[in-house]
């Protein structure tokens, strides 16, 4: 009986195939018909089982993709026009994952720097595991921001009568929804509900920027979030407006850089220390409280060789110090560089008077030369700063002799190369030994002619 029916059952089923194909010329259906028709049927239940594991995995990612997740930006111009845009979103969550990568590179490469052995670079750069004062930025690693980006692209299809496009928005509960007004070609608003965030700011996103570029919102947007996630760890981020954050983060890619600069090159880079001075310089006065940032400006502003700022600075942040051994550490540091700045005066003053000399020996008018402190007995010209020790305060003749180094070399000859070295020396010596005579009064024939002899005759 059982044979019967199961007979039975596929003469059913080929039946109904005819009836769905219709019969051949013969007036029956042929076994390439029904192979063709199961075929057809497998094909679709294929391609259904594919949507199927699609949409789950497409809602998987999206829930554990990341912290947060960008929905395309809306964009809006003067004219009310409306343009979906998921190329910033895609921009923003790059924007963020890079911004994290380049602080965690700089902050490492601060901390852990090192100048060569016997390097001329022992002081200028920006080190802040030299000092038990100094400490890293506390960039909070349980802050750590990331995000995917959502596209709730629409999807025509159900299954078992659920509506797979309207359920999409309804899974994600971390997504962050932004809007861009373009008011001007120079003049954009950004706006965006970031309550998904849960960070206890209940304050949405409002940033009135200049920048109205793809790039430029996507990463206003990218530091306006790592931001907000930074400040739920209780330091002084929250306090920091969109721009000084972004003033901020810039300033520490920017100081690593030059800090990789000065060591590969093996010069002291106090230009390009002194240009990136001004905008840390402007928030450490602001945020006088801020211990770290205040440490920061102070080591910036004495690799450029500001000495004032540098010591005032420092002074803030050995005052905020977070123990009694930091700042008792600081102290000390604020003390040797009174000294370097104290000598560095005094070397200046025989920096003038070397320059007043030779201006008028090369019939020229050089601005005046510039001067790092340095820790070292030592004293040379690299090609654009006067290096030198604190020591050389108290031995004018030298400074003579280096600032010499600056005239000659504009020269054009070849007198500091090869064998020829140590001629260019000699022509060094033999200037600031006139210089000396000059500010001393003397002659050829009453001068002793020797040079680096401690003598405080200015």
Known sequence: MTAGKATTANFGTVAALQTTIGPNKRGGVTSVDVIAKIAVYAA??????????????????GIVGGDVAIEPVQIYDAGGKTVTDDHISRMIVAQIASIQAELDQSLAELKEAQAPSGAKLTRQIVVFS????????????????????????????????????????????RILRFSVLILTTSRAVVSGDVSNLNDGNPNPVWIET??????????????????RAWSTQGALYQYLNESEFGSLVDSIITVSRINRRALNSGSALVDEYKAALAPIASLAQKFTEWHDLCYFAGSVAESGG????????????????????????LAKHVAALKASEFAKRHILVSVKVAQAEYDKLFETKKDTVGISIIDSPNAYWDGA?????????????????????AYLKDTGAEIFSGTGEALGHSYADILASYVKQVKLGQTAATADWVIGRAIAYE
């Open 44 to 61: 679709s239940a294929l391609a259904l089982v594919w949507i199927n594991l699609w949409f789950v995995k497409f809602t998987y990612q």
């Open 130 to 173: 030299a000092d038990p004062g100094a400490r890293d930025f506390p960039v909070p690693k349980a802050a750590r921001l990331s995000a995917t980006l959502f596209s709730p692209t629409a999807i025509d299809a159900k299954i078992s009568g659920v509506d797979l496009g309207a359920l999409l928005p309804r899974i994600q509960d």
């Open 210 to 227: 200049d920048q109205t570029s793809h790039d430029r919102i996507a990463r206003s947007i990218a530091l306006a979030l790592v931001q």
């Open 306 to 329: 500001d000495y004032t700022q540098a010591i005032q600075f420092l002074e803030e942040a050995r005052d905020t110090a977070p123990d009694e051994t930091i700042s008792e550490t």
């Open 385 to 405: 700063y006067i290096s030198a020790g604190a020591g050389m305060a108290d031995i004018p003749d030298i400074t003579y002799d280096v600032t010499a180094n």
